[in-house]
């Protein structure tokens, strides 16, 4: 982690956030209905259910991403401006 990126970012750009997040959601879901359909191994929902979690973060961070570059060089984490 660089001194300029913030604790929470999990990805460089927001672009990388959301491919990333959309594909933990695919396989997410995927697990989900091969858990509920076909053999309804509990571990295949346990299995769905963290990567669904993990899609939502990537989403969320990727949004928060895109919405840190849109809102200029100067300003900080709060959405002030510094000086």
Same mark, same amino acid.
């Not at 396989?27 to 939502?56: I, N, Q, T």
């Not at 989403?59 to 919405?67: F, G």
């Given at each position: 982690? #660089?001194? &300029?990126?913030?604790?929470? !970012?999990?990805?460089? #750009?927001?672009? !990388?956030? $959301? +491919? /990333?997040?959309? =594909?933990?959601?695919?396989? &997410?879901?995927?697990?989900?209905?091969?858990?509920? $359909? @076909? @053999?309804?191994?509990?571990? @295949? /929902? +346990?299995?769905?259910? &963290?990567?669904?979690? =993990?899609?939502?973060?990537? /989403?969320?961070?990727?949004?928060? +991403?895109?919405? *840190?570059?849109?809102?200029?060089?100067?300003? @900080?984490? !709060? &959405?002030? /401006?510094? *000086?």
């Amino acid at each position: 982690m #660089t001194a &300029g990126t913030p604790w929470w !970012q999990m990805t460089k #750009t927001a672009r !990388q956030g $959301f +491919v /990333l997040g959309t =594909l933990l959601a695919v396989v &997410g879901l995927y697990e989900l209905l091969s858990g509920l $359909f @076909d @053999d309804g191994h509990a571990w @295949d /929902l +346990v299995l769905s259910a &963290g990567l669904l979690a =993990l899609a939502g973060a990537c /989403l969320a961070n990727a949004i928060a +991403v895109r919405r *840190r570059e849109r809102s200029g060089p100067g300003a @900080d984490s !709060q &959405g002030t /401006l510094t *000086r």
